[in-house]
């Protein structure tokens, strides 16, 4: 599947080597900058430093206010959705939040979160001593992070709430969304657990008491 790349880019000096680095070992059909109007000038820096490995013609956004952290969420939701529009899927776009502002770091990691993209994107290393702690060139690491598990933390809640009223229905819907997101087997299991645990319920809320026995049988009497 095509798979398009958000990043942020900022102006410091050697910014241009993680980001180069990172789109090179993702390999995106497609490039959204977010940054600011100095901050183009690095998106020549990174085409240099790419060496024309890779065809880059990146689109970019400006942002409306690189240190505030809810002005840079809603900017990087306009570039998501944007990015849907073109035909992309959530599972399509990678977030690179590793360059720019401490604001606009956070508010496209909410951003990006808040909409459940495929993956959050960090580039590490080893860092210089002085001079902004910067990772020394030909020392970067890709991290590649899940926004599942914040995703996982908020869907427990919701099932919470929706089964505190029961709204069975409901639960079974937000528990197939999420195993069919994720195959960690440690929420595998938690979340058939639960399934279990709400067609009991259910069952024996239709009077259905003997379908309802059989899932209570699959349930830890612990739960």
Not at 40 to 54: F, H, N, P, Y
Not at 63 to 70: A, G, H, Q
Not at 115 to 138: D, M, N, P
Not at 194 to 212: E, I, M
């Amino acid at each position: 599947m095509p798979k398009a790349m958000l990043i942020t880019i900022g102006t410091g000096e050697g910014v241009e080597n993680g980001i180069a680095f990172s789109i090179e070992a993702n390999n995106p059909d497609f490039i959204y900058f977010l940054g600011t109007k100095d901050s183009q000038a690095t998106i020549g820096k990174v085409k240099e430093k790419l060496s024309g490995r890779l065809s880059l013609q990146p689109e970019f956004l400006e942002v409306k206010d690189k240190d505030d952290i809810e002005s840079c969420y809603l900017d990087t939701r306009q570039a998501i959705i944007e990015l849907l529009g073109r035909g992309y899927t959530l599972n399509d776009i990678y977030v690179d939040f590793t360059s720019g502002t401490k604001a606009m770091s956070a508010g496209v990691a909410l951003g990006a979160t808040s909409l459940e993209c495929k993956a959050l994107v960090y580039v590490t290393g080893k860092r210089e001593r002085g001079g902004g702690g910067r990772v020394i060139s030909g020392t970067e690491r890709l991290m590649v992070l899940s926004p599942v598990e914040f995703l996982v933390d908020s869907r427990r809640r919701e099932i919470e709430r929706l089964f505190n009223a029961c709204q069975f229905d409901a639960c079974l819907e937000i528990i197939k969304e999420i195993r069919e997101k994720t195959q960690d087997r440690e929420i595998q299991e938690e979340f058939e657990l639960l399934k279990n645990l709400v067609y009991a319920y259910l069952y024996w809320d239709r009077f259905d008491h003997k379908r309802s026995v059989e899932h209570f049988a699959k349930t830890p009497r612990n739960v």
